[in-house]
């Protein structure tokens, strides 16, 4: 009884984690900021440029200020286990 709960739990986090991770990837491949990761440091005063962090993974994202729109992404990469997964640029 306790193996099968033990593998549930697992299978459960595993789930949410991907779906976690996924929803940053279509994000950050659209040119968005993703929803899932802290500031890793501080960020810059143009609207939040800088290193941010995921469950096993990272996202660069370069801002300007625009005076129409505000706060603009200009390029975001973002990095697992040491490799480029995802990147755009505007």
Do not use: H, N
Not at 34 to 55: E, N, R
Not at 66 to 78: H, L, P, Q, R
């Amino acid at each position: 009884m306790k193996k099968k709960t033990v593998i549930i739990v697992i299978s459960v986090l595993v789930i949410l984690w991907c779906a976690v991770f996924v929803t940053d990837y279509v994000r950050c491949s659209s040119l968005k900021e993703p929803l899932f990761v802290i500031a890793k440091g501080t960020t810059a005063d143009d609207g939040g440029s800088g290193i941010y962090q995921g469950l096993g993974y990272s996202v660069e994202v370069e801002k300007r200020i625009d005076a129409e729109y505000g706060a603009c992404v200009t390029s975001i990469k973002m990095e697992a286990f040491g490799r480029v997964i995802a990147a755009s640029i505007e």
